[in-house]
Structures are given as C-alpha cells and as structure tokens.
C-alpha cells in the first residue's frame, strides 16, 4: 500500500511490488467491505486482500482509528485488522523500529535476548544522549554523518565535513540541546 506517486519514496515502493509480485495499491484501490479488505483494479475486479505492506505511517493508515483528516488511509482498515481478517505485514506501533536512535542498541538487544553476539557488526554509532558519545560527537563532528532521529527518506542527514565553521558550531548548539534527536 502506498500514498502514490506523489510520495518521495514511490519508486522504492514500485520497485518493491515488482520484484515481489505483489499489487501496488494506492487507498482508492483499497476498501473495507463486511470485515473484510478489497482491493479494485483497473477493470473494477474485486478481490480479497490477505496481507497487506504499508508504506505510510501509523497515523494516516484508517481515518476512523487515527486522523480523521487523512486522504490516504483505508476507513475501517483496523476494524477489519484486529478482527484477523487482514495481516498488516507492518503492523501500526513498529515505527519504534525505524527510530534510528534504536540502532545503537542493537547489538545490546541481541546479546541480551538472544544470548549472542551480533553476526552483522553496526557501524560505528554514538548517541549523544549519553554523555560520554555526545563529548566524542561534539570533538569529531566535522569528520561524522549526523542523523535526525525522527526524518526518513534521506531526510536529516547533515555531513560534518560539508558543514561551514559557523554552521558547525550551530550543530554542536544543537546537538548540546536537543541530544536524544540525533545519532551520529
């Protein structure tokens, strides 16, 4: 399920269906009928959806359930959702998984649940919540990749070294300030 062309990440969303086979559905395609989801295609053809992929946040996903403002949802999605006619591969509340502050502690998560250690290594990463990573942040910032914690789609992502001085100490204010928004 996509928002449409319009989106920023509506190539990643094409390319996805196409190399999975799947329908790329937009909510004018979609609709709640007895419980159950439908998608429409182009010759009007109804058939009953299973599963479901979303790619727009929590919010905008059922106007009944969340926004009522929103143009992109499917009305009564999660009426149907929590009645297990429909699984949403992506289930609403997962965005806590896409927070990127959460990358830090992957590693920590694996080895406490799982009793391992990582097969994978991260990258180094600093959260300058901590203070120990923000006082290595602030000493290295022109030679780091700082992410805004809360934007996606490559949005948020400042390269220290492109940065100015004067820009430069503007970030090391902010990152002093508001240091749970970003890693580095």
């Known amino acids: 399920m996509t928002p449409g062309r319009y989106n920023a990440a509506y190539f990643e969303h094409s390319y996805l269906a196409e190399r999975t086979g799947s329908e790329l559905a937009t909510c004018s395609e979609l609709f709640v009928e ?16 299973g599963v479901i992929y979303r790619r727009i ?7 009944m359930t969340f926004l009522p403002e929103s143009l992109i949802g499917i009305p ?3 009426d149907v959702y929590r009645s297990g006619h429909v699984a949403i591969v992506n289930a609403p509340g997962n965005g806590i ?23 994978l290594k991260n990258a180094p990463t600093y959260l300058p919540f901590f203070e120990e990573d923000r006082n290595y942040v602030l000493d290295h910032l022109e030679n780091l990749v700082i992410k805004d914690v809360a934007e996606a789609g490559g949005y948020g992502v400042i390269f ?10 503007e970030m090391k204010e902010l990152i002093q300030k508001e240091s749970r928004r970003f890693i580095a």
């Open 34 to 49: 007895d419980n159950y989801l439908y998608y429409r295609d182009y010759r009007e053809k109804k058939q009953k959806v």
């Open 76 to 78: 009564n999605i999660m």
């Open 160 to 169: 220290g070294n492109t940065l100015s001085r004067e820009k430069l100490s």
């Open 97 to 119: 998984g896409d927070d990127k502050g959460i990358y830090y502690f992957v590693p920590k998560m694996i080895r406490y649940y799982l009793d391992q250690e990582p097969v």
């Open 57 to 63: 946040s929590d919010e905008y996903l059922d106007p």
